[in-house]
């Protein structure tokens, strides 16, 4: 045979150069394991993930008035809606629109519900390129402060069907 | 190129058996005790222990998780 099977005994722990060798890699794969918490909770770009759950058509009405409270003007056909600062706003994302267009005031705090009214979609924020999952029946918070002006895209970024490449939204900082 | 005896390659059956100094590879050796090895040779050398740990602990920590995560989810207050 070519090939012969180890001795029986063959455990042994690394000495030398292999030691050396594998303690820096145990060192630096743990330092690596702790980077992923730490930067989750202290890397301030991060959302927690905090969802609740929500039925879709519960989530549409509150979405609806909302939007009829708040409606300051329209924004390419879309209703321009300027919450509160420091307040709730409400994002949602059917086939194939992100309702309604947000104007937001840079330096304040939101938070920003949102959910979907049929199937998965994908917020993402351009050119920010800050990416979250849409789920219908989750209610997915992020809580964001504006840190400069102008007008930033929302893209879809998981793929919902024949218009998901026109599935384009605006959220409008001044 | 002229090929002699001590080209040919052994060839292993029944009229020629493994020669005893091969060992069975996760088979202690005659007088040896599988409680004499090493823990974490006794662990790599289980192949059905290695394939259970490779199901388990990542049901767990995946699956199991994950289910734990959508019953602890509260209901939207949509304030």
Not at chain 2, 2 to 29: F, K
């Amino acid at each position: 045979m070519s090939v012969q099977s180890p001795p029986s005994g063959w455990f042994h722990w690394p000495q030398g150069h292999e030691r050396l060798w594998i303690g820096l890699a145990l060192i630096w794969c743990l330092i690596m394991s702790v980077m992923m918490p730490y930067w989750h909770f202290f890397g301030k770009q991060n959302s927690t993930g905090e969802s609740y759950a929500v039925h879709p058509k519960v989530f549409v009405e509150r979405t609806e008035r909302f939007v009829q409270a708040n409606t300051v003007g329209e924004f390419q056909g879309m209703p321009l809606v300027e919450p509160a600062p420091g307040g709730d706003a409400y994002l949602l994302a059917r086939m194939w629109s992100w309702y309604p267009t947000l104007k937001l005031r840079q330096g304040e705090t939101y938070r920003i519900h949102m959910s979907s009214a049929d199937i998965q979609h994908g917020f993402s924020l351009q050119p920010m390129n800050m990416n979250f999952q849409v789920i219908p029946g989750y209610d997915h918070v992020l809580t964001i402060t504006p840190t400069s002006s102008g007008e930033f895209t929302i893209v879809c970024n998981e793929f919902c069907g024949l218009g998901h490449h026109a599935m384009i939204g605006k959220i409008i900082v001044e | 190129m002229t090929l002699t005896e001590a080209d040919a390659t052994p060839v292993m059956d029944a009229a020629n058996p493994a020669a005893p100094e091969q060992s069975v590879a996760g088979a202690p050796e005659p007088g040896e005790r599988r409680e004499d090895w090493h823990w974490l040779q006794r662990l790599l050398d289980n192949p059905w222990l290695l394939l259970l740990l490779g199901i388990l602990v990542p049901f767990l920590s995946y699956t199991t998780w994950g289910w734990i995560e959508l019953l602890l989810i509260k209901p939207a207050q949509l304030p």
